[in-house]
């Protein structure tokens, strides 16, 4: 039987997503229905980056079929526009093969594009961004808190790209960025097919998981890993700007050293999933969202609940 539901799985970085969604995709497979997985993760989607992204491997990508992974070189720009596009395509392309879309990923300005539409806001202003891209990123974070400290409490501080972005809206409408996204949201239509399912986690446990992660990618070659890259001038103003990335960049060129550029990762990461809690209490208000609580819930029986949700609601 074909369902026209599909999962869209939220939830703060180390927090099991895509265990869950390979979990998910077995148990809609046990009752007869393919999976595949679409990556709502806006560093996914450079090639190279795969430690410090915790990367699916590759027995995790062959399992599954995977999209939205590995499509851009770290050269490169990649808007939440490009991949609202892009993932919308592959939903529908899915949904023709007869299979069921699994969405998942901890960029929660595109989870938040795909359930509630994309806020399109004024072409920047050249002038206007090359003046803000001189501040430096304290005078940025400082003004954006006065103009919009809704919009601050969800971008991450090191973050300068949206920071000045939320500036260059606020500079040329009068309006917060936050006010214009609210506007628009009430505007757009949901697709009632997206099944918004959460991980919560209690905080002390997900600042373990991270800090866990982080020791475990250390040791995994993380440090190789970013150092080939810079090395090959391959980390462009996006993609150098990921979490473990930006920070040992910052020990090549003698600003830390290794040991505080792993101890900067954690603190950067754990303050990121309190930036991510903001944008989960937003995301749960969205009408019949699922919550599961990984401390409380065995692996399966979270997948057992999302494929219920899927296959029997209407």
């Known amino acids: 039987m074909k369902t026209e539901r599909y999962p869209v799985i939220c939830g703060p970085t180390a927090g099991g997503k895509t265990a869950l969604a390979l979990a998910i995709a077995d148990e809609l497979n046990r009752h007869g229905h393919g999976a595949e997985i679409v990556s709502a993760d806006a560093y996914l989607v450079y090639r190279g980056l795969d430690i410090g992204t915790a990367k699916p491997t590759r027995e995790e990508l062959a399992k599954v079929p995977h999209h939205l ?17 892009l993932a919308e395509r592959a939903i529908a392309e899915i949904k023709e093969r007869g299979k069921v879309p699994i969405v998942v990923g901890g960029t929660h300005l595109f989870i938040k594009a795909l359930i509630d539409g994309l806020f399109e806001g004024p072409e920047p202003d050249p002038e206007l961004r090359a003046g803000l891209q001189a501040l430096p990123a304290d005078e940025l974070r400082r003004r954006l808190e006065a103009v919009d400290p809704d919009a601050a409490g969800r971008i991450h501080p090191a973050d300068t790209r949206r920071t000045i972005r939320a500036l260059e809206v606020y500079e040329q409408t009068g309006q917060t960025i936050t006010s214009l996204q609210t506007q628009w949201d009430r505007e757009h239509p949901r697709d009632p097919g997206a099944q918004l399912v959460v991980l919560s986690w209690e905080t002390a446990t997900i600042n373990s998981r991270i800090n866990a992660r982080v020791k475990l990618m250390r040791q995994s070659g993380l440090t190789e890993e970013v150092r080939g890259l810079h090395t090959a001038g391959r980390l462009g103003p996006t993609a150098g700007q990921a979490l473990g990335y930006k920070q040992l960049v910052d020990h090549f060129e003698g600003r ?17 999933a309190k930036n991510q809690r903001t944008w989960l209490r937003r995301l749960q208000t969205t009408p019949g969202t699922l919550t599961l609580r990984p401390e409380e819930q065995e692996p399966v029986e979270m997948a057992q609940a999302v494929a219920q949700k899927v296959l029997t609601e209407p």
């Open 69 to 85: 992974v590995d499509i851009v070189e770290p050269t490169e720009g990649f808007t939440v526009a490009q991949w609202l596009a």
């Open 256 to 272: 830390l050293s290794e040991d505080d550029a792993y101890e900067r990762i954690k603190i950067e990461t754990r303050r990121f």
